[in-house]
Each structure stands twice: as structure tokens, then as C-alpha cells.
């Protein structure tokens, strides 16, 4: 089983509160929950505006694959947030043997 796993940061500037940060957050997860078959959440747990950070991880039996996957997410994030910009992506391939 081979883990792709990746820690985006994104900075939501327009946020002037906690409502705004989560009306942009939820919208990213719910559109990349449609669009690919990941697993992604909010993993910040700071309550901080206009910084928030999101976990993703995928699973395949190929780490060719699981590269792939998590780089396509990343893109749409970056492609599709309106609000807001990535400042940091952190990205693991784990390899777990039985």
C-alpha cells in the first residue's frame, strides 16, 4: 500500500473573519472531493483568519499513480481558489509493507 500525502497552506488575505475563512475552505474541499478520490480536511488547528492549512492523502497500489494524483489536486487548488493563494506545499509518498 502506498501513501501520497500532501500539506497545503493557503493565505485567504479577503477573510475578515472566521465565517469568511470557512465559506473559502469548505468550498475547495467540497470541489475536490468531487472531482477527485482523495481524502482532504481542514488540519489547522489555529483560528487564525486568513491562514489555513488543509491535509490530503491518497492510496494506490502504485506510487506512480499516487504522485500523480496528489499533483492533479494540487493544480486544481491552485488553478480553482479565487480567494486566496498557496504559500506552502509540503508532499510524502509512504510505502507501507505488510
Partial sequence: MILGTAQLTLHIPEAQSLKDRRRVVKSIVQRVR????????????????????????????????????????????EQNLTTGYLTDVRTEVVHLDS
Fill in 34 to 77: 468531487n472531482r477527485f478520490d482523495v481524502a482532504i480536511a481542514d488540519v489547522d488547528d489555529r483560528p487564525q483568519w486568513q491562514i489555513a492549512t488543509l491535509g490530503v492523502v491518497a492510496v494506490a497500489n502504485s506510487g506512480t499513480h499516487v504522485e500523480t494524483v496528489v499533483q492533479q489536486v494540487i493544480n486544481f487548488i
